[in-house]
């Protein structure tokens, strides 16, 4: 049974950081694209970034390069988001997502608030 539970969130100051984290179960890390989304009070839902299984490979949405760093621990089962930098507009539901299993099925967590905000 897949299963991603974020953590981490919660009240920072501008140009504050947070980690997020996701601890997956279900299936390895290493075999899967793992990414974060994010999304804003009537926004629609945003990609952040993403890492491949390995973690050979990372990929950032504009807004997030340079702020931002996704990175994994296989054996911690786990995904990692460090935000640095934070600014109001980073204020969201920021989620963990993959996809697994034969049909591929997409997967979410319940989501962990970030709120920045002075």
């Known amino acids: 049974q897949v299963q991603l539970v974020e953590s981490g969130g919660g009240l920072v100051q501008p140009g504050g950081s947070l980690r997020l984290s996701c601890a997956v179960s279900?299936?390895?890390?290493?075999?899967?694209?793992m990414r974060w989304y994010r999304q804003a009070p009537g926004k629609e839902r945003e990609w952040v970034a993403g890492?491949?299984?390995?973690?050979?490979?990372?990929n950032y949405a504009d807004f997030a390069r340079g702020r931002f760093t996704i990175s994994t621990d296989s054996a911690k089962k786990t995904v990692y988001l460090q935000m640095n930098s934070l600014e109001p507009e980073d204020t969201a539901v920021y989620y963990c997502?993959?996809?697994?299993?034969?049909?591929?099925?997409?997967?979410w967590g319940q989501g962990t608030q970030v709120t920045v905000s002075s």
């Open positions: 890492i491949t299984g390995m973690a050979d490979m990372t």
């Open positions: 997502n993959t996809h697994w299993g034969i049909p591929s099925r997409e997967y």
């Open positions: 279900g299936f390895f890390i290493s075999s899967n694209v």
